[in-house]
């Protein structure tokens, strides 16, 4: 991986880890790729939610969409929410990954890894 999983809270690096696990008859050792998620593909989870608790950095309302920043490292990642909740800097909000919804790509091509049926 491009960027290391030990950025990410716990519960939400296992996830990753669980969806690389995904593409391991496709990506063989020492191939670096990236993993991508669209931001309205990782969702807030609610009280009960078994989710990896992050700090919002940045809050902002714009109107039909809600965009909230985590630092995952060093790298602000902004998500996108229609919920309707209002949050603050210092908030804190569980955190889930739509696993069907990650992509890896190689990083030398830029192109999609597709898992093998």
Not at 9 to 26: C, D, H, P, Q
Request: hydrophobic share 35%; aromatic share 4%; glycine share 10%.
């Amino acid at each position: 991986m491009d960027e290391p999983l030990a950025h990410l809270g716990a519960k939400l690096r296992n996830s990753m880890r669980t969806e690389i696990k995904r593409y391991n008859s496709v990506v063989h050792d020492g191939f670096r790729c990236k993993m991508g998620v669209r931001p309205m593909d990782v969702l807030i989870g609610g009280a009960d939610s078994r989710g990896t608790p992050e700090e919002i950095a940045p809050f902002e309302n714009l109107g039909d969409e809600r965009r909230i920043g985590i630092h995952v490292g060093d790298i602000l990642m902004m998500l996108i929410t229609g919920d309707e909740k209002r949050y603050k800097r210092g908030d804190i909000i569980k955190l889930e990954v739509r696993e069907e919804k990650t992509h890896l790509f190689d990083i030398e091509t830029g192109e999609r890894i597709r898992e093998k049926k």
